[in-house]
């Protein structure tokens, strides 16, 4: 059965900062930049570890892209675990297993420890994202849903552009104490630590209910959904949720398929393009992902306010998904036609800028539409992005060795194309406990 509702949101912003919630989300976003660190020092360390192991080009392409199997097909397991758990306790333990696999990859010896280690990375991180999305469901008010999953992201994208130099800078200090410890080693055991630490400090300060932390308010109790209180739930409605949220994980395999290659292939193509070298090119490439610092952001302040000013929640994220998917495809497409250093990376920068105002409402929508499981349908969206991490550095490489350049950002901009229509059309609805759902 389907009912419509008038959805209707707060004339100002509920505050974020200020309530005990601010700590939360502050505490996610460290969470979001580190796993962002974790994910990409083995490409800035990628060079030593060839050499350390002896491995071949093609090894180590096996041992990054091994992360991408275990993330991609546990997202939705992942994220009812996390649900049925607790954030509390499911993020402590990713936390430290997360840590645990980082550590590991600094004491790999070849190619199987090495996978091995990346494997398991990729199996905790799988959960991660959507556990945390079940968390900020129970703090956060609906009508800021937007707004958090950009804070969270916008870390996430500050991690990977310092990735480099965080990884960097250990590397050379480890090297430099010249101990049995090779610096890229050294590397990984403290970031893996980091890891862990942030998973003492999340089960020290964070509850799974907001009235049973003892420092907050009253008046912040009555601004979080009363229903998500309760410390059990209903079980989770597969089928009414698979059918609303398939949409979103096709828009979000789109999106995922462009965010990878600027994540993977950037560099490469700076390099081979214009002859850059390695501190040119890693320059022009901190650049362009900066700016998804402030898309990610502007994203989700942009769809909130939307969401405020019209009431009507599908125009709002859809809105946002139109203008992030079109305007990325329409910034990216200078590449097909154009060989001028300056303007590329105006385009790329511009590109990845609307691309990323797209991720904070591809996560809001899960919490809109289902929060009593914003884990399980997080994490059935989010597999769209696990599956193109899969596809798209495989294809967009195979495409780059036999055509060149020009027509894998073609496939790319086909891919934004298709996800803008499939976004336009989509009408997800409000799965309720009671066997109802309504329209958004």
């Known amino acids: 059965m389907t009912t419509t509702q008038e959805h209707s949101a707060p004339a100002t912003a509920s505050p974020i900062f200020g309530r005990m919630r601010g700590r939360v989300v502050l505490l996610l976003c460290i969470m979001y930049a580190i796993s962002y660190i974790d994910r990409t020092n083995i490409s800035t360390a990628g060079p030593t570890i060839m050499k350390a192991l002896h491995l071949s080009s093609g090894e180590f392409g096996v041992a990054v892209a091994a992360f991408s199997i275990p993330y991609a097909l546990l997202q939705v397991f992942g994220g009812n675990l996390g649900e049925r758990v607790g954030p509390r306790r499911a993020l402590f333990w990713i936390g430290v297993l997360w840590g645990v696999a980082t550590i590991a990859t600094?004491?790999?010896?070849?190619?199987?420890?090495?996978?091995?280690?990346?494997?398991?990375?990729?199996?905790?991180?799988?959960?991660?994202?959507?556990?945390?999305?079940?968390?900020?469901?129970?703090?956060?008010?609906?009508?800021?849903?937007?707004?958090?999953?950009?804070?969270?992201?916008?870390a996430s994208r500050l991690g990977n552009a310092a990735a480099p130099l965080i990884v960097g800078g250990l590397i050379v200090w480890g090297d430099s104490l010249g101990g049995p410890i090779a610096g890229w080693q050294v590397s990984f055991i403290l970031v893996g630590v980091l890891s862990a630490l942030w998973a003492v400090l999340w089960a020290a300060f964070f509850r799974d209910r907001p009235q049973d932390y003892p420092k907050i308010t009253s008046q912040e109790l009555s601004e979080i959904p009363r229903e998500l209180e309760k410390a059990a739930r209903p079980p989770v409605p597969w089928k009414?949720?698979?059918?609303?949220?398939?949409?979103?994980?096709?828009?979000?395999?789109?999106?995922?398929?462009?965010?990878?290659?600027?994540?993977t292939w950037i560099p490469g193509f700076l390099a081979d393009s214009y002859g850059l070298a390695l501190s040119t090119y890693a320059l022009f490439t901190t650049f362009v992902l900066l700016a998804g610092v402030v898309g990610d952001t502007a994203g989700g302040v942009f769809g909130d306010r939307l969401l405020r000013r019209t009431g009507n929640l599908r125009f709002a994220r859809r809105t946002v998904l139109l203008v992030g998917l079109i305007g990325s495809l329409v910034c990216l497409s200078p590449l097909l036609f154009v060989h001028n250093l300056p303007v590329v990376t105006v385009a790329l920068s511009l590109s990845f800028f609307f691309l990323e105002l797209c991720n904070a409402t591809l996560w809001a929508i899960p919490m809109d539409v289902a929060p009593e499981w914003s884990g399980t349908a997080s994490g059935m969206m989010n597999t769209g992005f696990g599956l193109a991490g899969i596809f798209?550095?495989?294809l967009f490489g195979v495409l780059v060795d036999t055509t060149g350049w020009q027509w894998p950002f073609a496939a790319s901009v086909a891919l934004l194309a298709g996800a803008a229509v499939v976004a336009g059309f989509m009408k997800p609805k409000r799965v309720l406990p009671n066997g109802v759902s309504e329209d958004l």
């Open 106 to 154: 600094g004491f790999s010896v070849g190619l199987l420890s090495l996978v091995g280690a990346r494997l398991l990375l990729g199996l905790t991180e799988s959960a991660a994202f959507p556990t945390a999305t079940s968390a900020m469901a129970r703090w956060v008010p609906p009508d800021r849903n937007g707004f958090v999953q950009g804070i969270v992201h916008s």
């Open 392 to 394: 798209s550095p495989i």
């Open 240 to 263: 009414r949720l698979i059918r609303t949220m398939l949409p979103v994980t096709i828009v979000d395999f789109g999106y995922g398929w462009t965010l990878w290659v600027f994540l």
